[in-house]
């Protein structure tokens, strides 16, 4: 067998060994909300509830409470301005009911005023099948209210695409 033989056999047997894990959600979705710090347990918990509440529901009608008039958006496919994020979603269809937990989440990070949710992902492997990654909403939090918002949706999306959704 010729060296070049050789690696090849050694890549194929090896090849699941280098395979990406599933991402996988957390089991207690409250445990991710706490923190010894009183303002990062809120901060998660106003981007918890709005994600649920308001992103999830659909509930555009309570978007005010949670979001800054002059919010600014990341998401290259959503207008800046909370006037803006309910024009995008309205466009999504009515209200829904709200979920009591949030359907993939793996993580809740808070540091200062930011607040990171990490969520499971599914796609279409190009090879057949799905695979998972992970999608992240990442916000900014200004006198109790998300003031600014990221995630690494692209340019072109539409739709559940865009806006986060499986």
Known sequence: MSLLSKIAACALCCAPAFAALPVVPAKDQAALLKSNDPKLAANKKLCYDFYRIVLRGRHLDEADRYMRE????????????????????????????????????????????????????????????????TWFDMFRIQNGKIAEHWDNATKGATGPAAAGKK
């Open 70 to 133: 002059d919010y600014i958006q990341h998401n290259p496919n959503a207008d800046t301005g909370l006037k803006g994020f309910k024009e995008y979603f309205s466009k999504l269809g009515g209200s829904l009911p709200v979920p009591a937990t949030i359907d993939g989440l793996v993580a809740i990070q808070a540091e200062g005023d930011y607040v990171t949710l990490s969520l499971v992902r599914e796609y279409d492997d190009p090879a057949g099948g799905k695979y998972t990654s």
